[in-house]
């Protein structure tokens, strides 16, 4: 299988600046890159066939983002997460869900709640198989649904830029039984405060969910010693 560096394509009408940065960002994600790794920029221009200077760019918005840094005598490496890092990311994501799930509760149909019955009970039979992969990725369907229900498209937007780093820190909790134990409950917690028009518990329970999850992340992180 490709690299995300190595599946990069020019071919778009996206600027180019922006397909390099989707795509060390994709990397850095996927763990392809990580915490320490040279990001060197004659390197990856000729990685990915390009010239030096939209490299300079996708960089620099890189670290705009906080996912790389200078170091002295080494150049542009890509940053860990601290747990200052964590718990900021959490926070945003929190508060935006929590607004989302309001919304969602006013406005998602009756064939999306008959859409997330059938995938919680998926995750329920994939809970109790222990099958995190495909768990994960029937959780993660089950929350982008929940998210799009609520109707605000720039709300969705906002909620999206954050994804990616809360898919990165999800791979590392769910492959705990009792985290995933803990997920089903509150998924189900959800979604009946959702079928009920309940916005304040449905508010509640998605904040107690996070919650949850960071303060599972937290201590995984604290025990390996993640940097």
């Known amino acids: 299988m490709k690299s995300a560096l190595e599946s990069f394509n020019v071919s778009s009408i996206k600027p180019i600046r922006d397909l390099i940065f989707e795509s060390i960002r994709k990397a850095i994600f996927d763990g392809e890159l990580k915490p320490g790794d040279r990001l060197v920029e004659k390197e990856l221009a000729e990685k990915m066939q390009v010239s030096r ?20 005598r080494k150049g542009v490496v890509v940053k860990g997460f601290t747990p200052d890092d964590i718990i900021e990311i959490y926070s945003i994501r929190q508060a935006l869900e929590a607004l989302a799930i309001t919304y969602t509760v006013k406005n ?35 929350n982008e649904i929940l ?24 791979v590392v909790t769910m492959g705990k039984k009792e985290r995933k134990l803990s997920a089903l409950k509150d998924h189900r917690e959800i979604l009946q405060a959702v079928i009920d028009r309940d916005a304040a518990r449905a508010k509640q329970m998605v904040e107690n969910h996070l919650q949850g999850a960071l303060e599972a992340y937290l201590k995984t992180f604290n025990v390996n010693g993640n940097k």
């Open 147 to 170: 998210i799009r229900s609520c109707r605000m498209p720039r709300l969705i937007k906002l909620i999206n830029t954050y994804q990616e780093y809360l898919e990165r820190f999800r």
């Open 53 to 72: 200077t939209p490299i300079r760019e996708a960089l620099r918005k890189l670290e705009t983002e906080g996912l790389i840094k200078h170091v002295p």
């Open 108 to 142: 998602i149909t009756e064939a999306e709640i008959k859409k997330l019955k059938a995938l919680l009970e998926r995750m329920s039979e994939l809970t109790e198989e222990d099958d995190t992969t495909n768990l994960f990725n029937t959780s993660q369907e089950f």
